[in-house]
């Protein structure tokens, strides 16, 4: 006979994951890192995103969204200092994100139905094939390929920055 548990053991993992690890590491960062350094960090991080915004961008038939998407790394990659800095925010130039997921939904792809997974936690299909998608289309994850520690440490970064934002909620 199968038994069905409310929470199941991937959920379970995941907010065991989360308790363990993640939210003390996020609690620290917040903690050693004053809150400029912090959004310098995730500006960098969100620069660095930007070519597969770009490529999401085209893919969904938003050329205007493509432009901006170019002249907010071109601009915060130049007088930003990599990204650190977001001066294309007060030129009026917003981010915006686009992804492989919101693109096949724009295409007419239905999420499909609710799943939990380790590490990644809730998605629906779409989204972890676009997730998968927009790794393979990262550039990032070609110049970090054969520097395993620098890939770790990015992507480390990218989710402690990520889970360090939600903190409060």
Not at 19 to 39: S, T
Not at 43 to 53: A, G, M, Q, R, T
Not at 82 to 92: K, L, N, T, V, Y
Request: aromatic share 12%; charged share 20%; with cysteine.
């Amino acid at each position: 006979i199968l038994k069905f548990s409310p929470r199941p053991s991937h959920c379970s993992f995941n907010m065991a994951l989360d308790k363990v690890i993640l939210r003390p590491v996020a609690i620290g960062y917040r903690a050693v890192l004053p809150a400029p350094a912090r959004e310098s960090a995730t500006n960098f991080l969100d620069n660095l995103e930007s070519p597969v915004i770009l490529l999401n961008d085209l893919l969904q038939g938003k050329p205007g969204r493509a432009g901006k998407t170019i002249a907010r790394f071109g601009i915060n990659t130049v007088i930003g200092f990599f990204g650190f800095f977001d001066p294309a925010e007060s030129m009026g130039m917003e981010r915006h994100d686009e992804d492989f997921a919101q693109t096949m939904g724009a295409w007419g792809v239905s999420p499909g139905p609710y799943l939990v997974l380790p590490f990644l936690g809730p998605l629906p299909p779409r989204d972890t094939l676009g997730f998968a998608v927009d790794i393979f289309t990262d550039p990032v994850t070609y110049l970090l390929w054969d520097h395993r520690t620098a890939g770790i440490a990015y992507y480390g970064l990218d989710v402690v920055d990520q889970r360090h934002q939600v903190i409060d909620e």
